[in-house]
Structures are given as C-alpha cells and as structure tokens.
C-alpha cells in the first residue's frame, strides 16, 4: 500500500478527500486517519476488524483509480 500523502492524493485526484470517503463508507472520519496513518505505508495487513475492513476498502478503491479499465481490482 502507498504511503499516507500518497493514499490522500489519489482520492484528491478523484475529487474527494479521506473525511468524505469515510463517511461515504460508513467510517468515522477520525478512525479512518488513525488507520491510514497506522497502516498506509505498511505491506503487512492490520489484524483488526475494522482497521482491516478500512484499509481493503481503501486499497479497492485506490486500484480502481489507478486501474479504471480493469475489471477485478
């Protein structure tokens, strides 16, 4: 996975920022920033629940934009 910066500008690109993409998804905006920062830099997966539901909505997301043609992110 991409760096904190790295994460925050690709949604940008996309026109939207952490805070939105976590309330659009169902996230506390706050547990979102804790994740990304926790995790964002990192190969290895989060072993909780909710940070490991975050961080693989997040890396679906950030592959479908930097993949937009390919069918399975």
Known sequence: ???????????????IS??????QHGHRPKSVYTVVSRWGSRADRPLGGISRKIMAELRRE??????????KP
């Open 1 to 15: 996975m991409a760096e904190t910066s790295a994460i925050k500008e690709q949604l940008r690109q996309k026109g």
């Open 62 to 71: 950030l592959l479908l934009i930097t993949n937009p043609g390919d069918p």
């Open 18 to 23: 952490l805070r939105a993409w976590a309330i």
